[in-house]
């Protein structure tokens, strides 16, 4: 029954496919409405769920523990949980997760950010913000407006955060990882790749994943496009008769490369600012009779 929503709704989404003459068909696909929408509909029942249990919970455990509780007392609590399980859960799940949910495994789809690397977490810190207000306080209807009528099906947190759903289940996260060629290593290493489109950066890794598959002639056609849309987009080019493949795959290695090293500075940068936080302003002395060691 879930296949069969998601495959209805799927000929509504316009595929985002490059074809050679050879018909072998590079597949870029977002999620579908109906899979977006059905996704949606079984993460916030169940977040729905558990914020009801929570509350009838703490109820009646408040009526056991606190004779008469004060007003502020249940305002306060009241608002915690509330924002424990419409912004807390949600943001935890996606960010540890990857852009999976309970719903998107269901449906096969992930969030992936716009050039198709994985989401982080101001994206999904966007996506369930603008989510409170277009799917809780409005009953989800611009979500599944916006849904319908923008092309890779996005909501609103979706437009906002630079995010979308995809589909999961075509076999690329099974790819081999892409590899730096050692001849183009110092040149990626000072290449600004920066104004390189993030639709065509997903369209050249599709490429290179699936490239073992593809006819010789056809493999080598296509390279030769894609090295040609992206090569103005990088400064400096490439050095002269480089084999288009090796470009691209020299582009993308070192475009991971820098985004994962971004992502270890930003690791790196919270886990200092935890630990400046937990540092107590002023030395502390042992309390009498501590054991010194």
């Given at each position: 029954m879930?296949?069969?929503?998601?495959a209805?709704?799927?000929?509504?989404?316009?595929?985002?496919?490059?074809?050679?003459?050879?018909?072998?068909?590079?597949?870029?696909?977002?999620?579908?409405?109906?899979?977006?929408?059905?996704?949606?509909?079984?993460?916030?029942?169940?977040?729905?769920?558990?914020?009801?249990?929570?509350?009838?919970?703490?109820?009646?455990?408040?009526?056991?523990?606190?004779?008469?509780?004060?007003?502020?007392?249940?305002?306060v609590?009241?608002?915690?949980?509330?924002?424990?399980?419409?912004?807390?859960?949600?943001?935890?799940?996606?960010?540890?997760?990857?852009?999976?949910?309970?719903?998107?495994?269901v449906?096969?789809?992930?969030?992936?950010?716009?050039?198709?690397?994985?989401?982080?977490?101001?994206?999904?810190?966007?996506?369930v913000l603008?989510?409170?207000?277009?799917?809780?306080?409005?009953?989800?209807?611009?979500?599944?407006?916006?849904?319908?009528?923008?092309?890779?099906?996005?909501?609103?947190?979706?437009?906002?955060?630079?995010?979308?759903?995809?589909?999961?289940?075509?076999?690329?996260?099974?790819?081999?990882?892409?590899?730096?060629?050692?001849?183009?290593?110092?040149?990626?290493?000072?290449?600004?790749?920066r104004?390189?489109?993030?639709?065509?950066?997903?369209?050249v890794?599709?490429?290179?994943?699936?490239?073992?598959?593809?006819?010789?002639?056809?493999?080598?056609?296509?390279?030769?496009?894609?090295?040609?849309?992206?090569?103005?987009?990088?400064?400096?080019?490439?050095?002269?008769?480089?084999?288009?493949?090796?470009?691209?795959?020299?582009?993308?290695?070192?475009?991971?490369?820098?985004?994962?090293?971004?992502?270890?500075r930003?690791?790196?940068?919270?886990?200092?600012?935890?630990?400046?936080?937990?540092?107590?302003?002023?030395?502390?002395?042992?309390?009498?009779?501590?054991?010194?060691?």
């Amino acid at each position: 029954m879930v296949n069969g929503v998601a495959a209805s709704s799927e000929r509504m989404m316009t595929p985002e496919l490059m074809v050679t003459g050879e018909a072998v068909a590079l597949e870029v696909l977002p999620a579908s409405p109906g899979a977006r929408i059905l996704s949606g509909l079984i993460d916030y029942a169940l977040y729905g769920m558990g914020l009801a249990i929570t509350l009838i919970t703490a109820a009646v455990v408040g009526d056991r523990i606190v004779d008469n509780p004060s007003e502020a007392l249940v305002i306060v609590l009241f608002s915690l949980v509330l924002l424990g399980w419409l912004v807390g859960v949600p943001l935890a799940v996606e960010v540890l997760s990857r852009g999976r949910s309970a719903g998107r495994m269901v449906t096969g789809s992930r969030i992936v950010r716009d050039d198709g690397g994985a989401v982080r977490l101001r994206h999904s810190l966007v996506r369930v913000l603008v989510g409170v207000l277009e799917i809780w306080l409005l009953a989800g209807v611009p979500a599944v407006a916006a849904c319908v009528v923008t092309r890779r099906g996005k909501r609103l947190g979706d437009l906002l955060a630079g995010t979308y759903a995809v589909r999961d289940r075509n076999g690329v996260a099974d790819a081999p990882p892409i590899l730096m060629p050692p001849e183009l290593a110092a040149w990626a290493a000072d290449a600004d790749l920066r104004a390189l489109p993030g639709h065509l950066a997903l369209v050249v890794r599709t490429f290179l994943q699936r490239a073992s598959s593809m006819q010789p002639q056809a493999r080598a056609r296509l390279a030769t496009q894609l090295a040609a849309q992206a090569e103005p987009y990088v400064a400096p080019p490439p050095p002269p008769h480089t084999h288009p493949e090796r470009f691209l795959a020299a582009m993308l290695a070192a475009r991971r490369d820098r985004e994962f090293m971004l992502e270890l500075r930003d690791r790196r940068l919270e886990d200092e600012a935890r630990s400046t936080l937990q540092t107590p302003p002023h030395e502390v002395a042992a309390p009498t009779g501590t054991p010194s060691r």
